[in-house]
């Protein structure tokens, strides 16, 4: 429409004017570009024209957080007629008519007394209208607990102890009876302050982001069943309560089998160290709001990649256990050959020895990602070990990665899939790890995985390092072109004799389409953009992944950041642009449907990591089109992973307050210690056959590998995640 909008006005006025030009040479005959030649020849040459039309995107529209309160209590009346009205946790109630045979009863259900413990019960009371009430506990069956007491028009403060001595019961009832014995017809009560406080300290049923809060961010808590109407946060140096909010948005958590709440506090700014309670036995651990938390994590986070190294000394790192010799330096033989190769160095994928190259390129890609998208967060990042080359840290760590990768390549293009030992190894430190160490299959996906990695990493560095650069374009070409000669099939299956994991890939459509995606944006060869128009076009559910089997969000990325690709090719850029977003809008939503505010499908082994996947791609939205709503549950993403779930635990170990102390890695098992810094697996539903919620099922054992192997796809991911907030 734009482009027939100005060719439109070309066209009047050169009707208009057409007696000021001379006649059109030959050579430019029907030539738009002559026309316009012509016309620049005249005074018409003041008029700006754009050299290509303005795009109509996608507009990124946010739904409005669901805010809705309504009142966990209840007033049951019979012969009465009345109004009511709340405020904060305060209940007012206008009696308008009170028949002789009136009652009435204040109540809330879903109340969890547990065996053992102790609460207290405390309002306050007033009333013109009745005169004695009763406060009870029972279930739908039987009454278990009463305790009377009276009622005037002046301020009554109340106050029970109970405790529970019976099976813990999360459906109890409680309630307060009022009664009118004055056989009045019209007046008002009022509760306030009503609360039922656990006195156990142990008591803890809301869930904070353990790591804290960082000042000029959204704040919220999750509440776990009945609550009550609100909460409050108090200041746990002085005692007092320095904001109190409304528990919205109630959610039926299949996942946790619990009913779930959201509390804002993202008002309270001031630095200091809070708690949260709640009107009905809620407490949560402390944590702070505070600027600069979580640098300290951001370098954990990638110094956890720098202890997986492989092949290399390790000293000097202020890391104790994890510190050790070089390691897995013997030759390699290629799987069912006497084909030797050197493939010393890359990482240990995670908690085993082995290395594989699909993992090895996401941990690759999401440090490359980070650094193109937050330069600045790296600039003063030092974790002990360095090129020396003056290239930030974390670049430094990934060309530990595609390095690796150009000795995994062959001669002619193809690249390995994996570089393991026969079995696993036994929990030893990885220097005494001496079996064969074996090359397997050459897979299709590897080898357009890889190219895509180096075509990415020799764009980032070209103009710091030329000569690297060169040699990972070389490489990245080369891997291309077998790869397209290959395309197509399945991954095959290890040998049976071989315990290593299997990284499985259905398709390489997605990897050959990254591979084009980023030598394209390196060199701006059209020749790639057949692939990249197949995709885009015939494969949209492909272009927003960035799992270590589904590699199309980089390549969707790279794209849209790309100038050449959006002023040249519009239509595919506006379509690439409207699925990127549309998939962050899509996340956003999904995470305010969740009772905990996750986005997360389901909850598998490493479900942590597509938890952090979904917050790298609202970041990457917002790098593209900023709106504070990405940042904001990118945030809540990562308040997850650091204890805002139903476990109220930290995934993150060493940060948070409960987190992960035994770890499925063979160092950290040997020695004891702690690999501080590092993302474990989580909750996974098939880790045992039982009614135990999905999001619930997660054991901190070392043997439990399955929700408590840390791995490093994890890490790199979550220090993307960190670049965002590590300078705030």
Not at 362 to 385: F, W
Request: charged share 25%; aromatic share 12%.
């Amino acid at each position: 429409m734009m482009w027939m909008k100005k060719i439109g006005i070309l066209c009047l006025v050169g009707i208009l004017l057409s007696g000021c030009f001379s006649p059109e040479p030959e050579s430019n005959k029907g030539s738009l570009k002559g026309s316009m030649e012509l016309i620049g020849n005249s005074f018409l040459s003041n008029i700006r024209i754009e050299e290509q039309p303005k795009m109509e995107l996608l507009q990124v529209e946010f739904e409005e957080r669901d805010q809705k309160f309504q009142s966990v209590f209840f007033i049951n009346a019979e012969n009465i007629s009345f109004s009511s009205k709340n405020d904060f946790i305060d209940r007012i109630i206008t009696v308008e008519n009170w028949d002789q045979n009136g009652k009435m009863s204040y109540n809330t259900r879903e109340v969890e007394f547990l065996d053992g413990y102790t609460y207290e019960i405390s309002f306050e009371v007033s009333s013109d209208i009745v005169n004695r009430g009763s406060a009870i506990i029972k279930t739908y069956e039987e009454e278990i607990w009463r305790n009377d007491f009276s009622i005037t028009q002046e301020k009554q403060e109340v106050t029970f102890n109970y405790t529970h001595h019976r099976a813990n019961m999360t459906e109890d009832i409680f309630c307060l009876e009022l009664f009118n014995d004055q056989n009045l017809t019209q007046g008002t009560i009022e509760i306030k302050n009503l609360r039922v406080r656990c006195l156990e300290e142990t008591k803890l049923s809301v869930s904070v982001n353990q790591q804290g809060y960082l000042p000029d961010l959204q704040k919220t808590a999750i509440f776990k069943y009945n609550s009550g109407d609100g909460f409050y946060v108090i200041n746990t140096e002085t005692n007092e309560i320095v904001y109190k909010g409304l528990l919205v948005n109630e959610k039926e958590n299949a996942d946790t089998k619990e009913k779930n709440y959201v509390g804002d506090f993202t008002e309270l700014k001031t630095p200091g160290k809070y708690r949260i309670e709640t009107q009905i036995n809620g407490q949560s651990l402390d944590f702070v709001i505070q600027e600069g938390i979580y640098l300290d994590l951001f370098n954990s986070s990638l110094k956890m990649l720098t202890l997986q190294r492989c092949g290399q000394d390790l000293f000097n790192l202020d890391s104790g256990a994890f510190e050790h010799e070089a390691c897995h330096k013997q030759i390699a033989h290629k799987f069912g050959s006497n084909e030797e190769k050197d493939v010393s160095g890359g990482w240990h994928d995670a908690g085993d020895y082995g290395r594989y190259t699909l993992t090895a390129v996401k941990t690759i890609n999401d440090l490359l990602m980070a650094y193109y998208v937050y330069p600045d967060s790296y600039s003063d990042n030092m974790i002990g070990i360095s090129s020396g080359n003056g290239i930030s840290d974390v670049l430094d760590e990934a060309f530990v990665g595609l390095d690796w990768l150009l000795k995994m390549q062959q001669d002619w293009g193809p690249v390995y899939n994996a570089a393991v030992t026969p079995r696993f190894a036994d929990t030893i430190d990885p220097q005494e790890d001496e079996q064969e160490i074996l090359l397997l299959k050459e897979e299709n996906t590897a080898t357009a995985v890889s190219a895509g990695s180096w075509a990415f990493a020799a764009m980032l560095i070209k103009d710091v390092d030329a000569n690297r650069s060169k040699i990972y374009e070389e490489a990245a070409i080369k891997a291309y072109q077998y790869a397209l000669s290959v395309r197509g099939g399945a991954d095959i299956p290890n040998p049976s004799t071989i315990s290593a994991g299997d990284y499985l890939n259905s398709s390489d459509r997605d990897e050959i389409y990254f591979a084009s995606a980023a030598l394209y944006v390196l060199t701006h060869d059209e020749s790639y953009l057949n692939e990249i128009s197949n995709m885009i076009e015939n494969y949209p559910n492909e272009l927003c992944q960035f799992t270590y089997s589904d590699f199309g969000g980089y390549g969707s990325f790279l794209l849209l950041k790309d100038e050449v690709f959006k002023k040249n090719h519009q239509e595919l850029y506006s379509l690439l642009y409207d699925k990127f977003m549309n998939e962050a809008l899509y996340l956003v939503k999904k995470q305010r449907n969740d009772g905990y505010q996750v986005a997360v499908y389901s909850y598998l082994w490493g479900g942590n990591m597509y938890v952090a996947n979904y917050a790298m791609v609202m970041l990457l939205a917002n790098d593209l089109d900023p709106h504070q709503e990405f940042v904001d549950c990118a945030f809540e993403q990562l308040s997850y992973l650091l204890g805002k779930n139903s476990l109220n635990k930290s995934f993150i170990t060493g940060y948070g307050i409960d987190y992960p102390r035994n770890i499925h890695h063979r160092i950290a098992q040997l020695h004891d210690a702690e690999l501080k810094g590092a993302l474990v697996g989580g909750p996974d539903d098939h880790a045992e056959n039982s009614d135990t919620a999905p999001a619930k099922k997660y054991w901190d054992d070392s043997e439990k590998y399955s929700t408590n192997e840390v791995a490093i796809y994890f890490n790199s991911v979550l220090n993307f995640i960190l670049g965002e907030f590590a300078k705030r």
